[in-house]
């Protein structure tokens, strides 16, 4: 069956760095445009951080351009988020999400925690 598994969030003081991971499988991974998207108490889903199925072009949301890059490595099946310079206002769930055509699949999430 599909699944994603998000890893790497945790608490990190502001100006700290943490790497999300997502491992999929059960879906050909190398066909589907892979994002991150986070969740904060209160507000709704937002995208974060998306890269094209080859990893030729990828793109962000204005409040984390220049801090968060994401990466995919298609032979490991696996997407990832590195996350620098985070602000309190990074504080959410992060999930990963597959998307291609009219199929798209959602992770678990995994908490992130910035601390002022």
Not at 11 to 33: D, E, I, K
């Amino acid at each position: 069956q599909v699944q994603l598994v998000e890893s790497g969030g945790g608490l990190v003081q502001a100006g700290g760095s943490l790497r999300l991971s997502c491992a999929a499988s059960g879906f050909t991974f190398r066909l589907y445009a892979m994002n991150w998207y986070r969740q904060a108490p209160g507000k709704e889903r937002e995208l974060v951080a998306g890269i094209a199925s080859s990893g030729g072009s990828a793109n962000y949301a204005d409040s984390v351009k220049g801090r968060f890059t994401i990466s995919r490595d298609n032979a490991k099946n696996t997407v990832y988020l590195q996350m620098n310079s985070l602000k309190p206002e990074d504080t959410a769930v992060y999930y990963c999400h597959a998307r291609r055509v009219l199929h798209d699949y959602w992770g678990q999430g995994t908490q992130v925690t910035v601390s002022s």
